[in-house]
């Protein structure tokens, strides 16, 4: 299990505090990236929508169709309660031929380089530390205490679409992740 991808980009998000965030920032990475996989590995996290999960992959094995991007965007993987270690060889089979694989990682460990990001609540809900994170400015937010790229608040638009399973028109909060991708988070 110590394998990183080699020819792709894989890389997890791990999100704090903040559930609605927890679920869209996943899709907003993969979204700044172009084509991409999104694979959920926390058995806790939303039912983001889609044919078939983590665990029916793990089980059944990939289809063709599901081994390399059919189309340009984001296709999308919900966990369906994946066993980590089986879905982690299944990410770096799929890692041969995506592009990029964004993971949303729950709290067992991942042998791929894990984004943190944290909203920038403000008053004594305010984050502290100086660690790395990608910060998520929210009402009220103050500065953030550590280096990392601040986005933008999402819009109800971006947000109502990304919920709906739509790729969101003119979002500067999608557009604010390219950032991180010119980060050396791997």
Request: hydrophobic share 40%.
């Amino acid at each position: 299990m110590e394998r990183l991808a080699t020819d792709s980009r894989v890389v997890g998000v791990r999100t704090f505090g903040d559930e609605l965030l927890a679920a869209i920032s996943p899709l907003g990475l993969a979204l700044a990236t172009g084509t991409a996989l999104v694979v959920d590995l926390d058995p806790g996290g939303p039912t983001y929508p889609g044919e078939r999960s983590v665990a029916e992959l793990t089980e059944e094995g990939p289809r063709r169709s599901e081994l390399r991007p059919e189309r340009e965007g984001v296709a999308l993987v919900r966990n369906g309660a994946a066993n980590t270690a089986a879905a982690v060889e299944l990410i770096h089979t799929l890692s041969e031929s995506w592009p990029v694989i964004v993971v949303r990682v729950g709290t067992e460990p991942i042998p791929f380089p894990i984004i943190p990001v944290r909203p920038l609540w403000p008053g004594f809900l305010a984050p502290v530390g100086e660690r790395p994170a990608v910060w998520q400015m929210m009402p009220g937010s103050g500065e953030p205490p550590g280096p990392g790229p601040v986005l933008p608040p999402p819009g109800r638009a971006t947000v109502t679409a990304l919920l709906a399973g739509r790729r969101p028109i003119r979002s500067r909060w999608v557009r604010a992740w390219a950032d991180v991708w010119r980060l050396p988070w791997r």
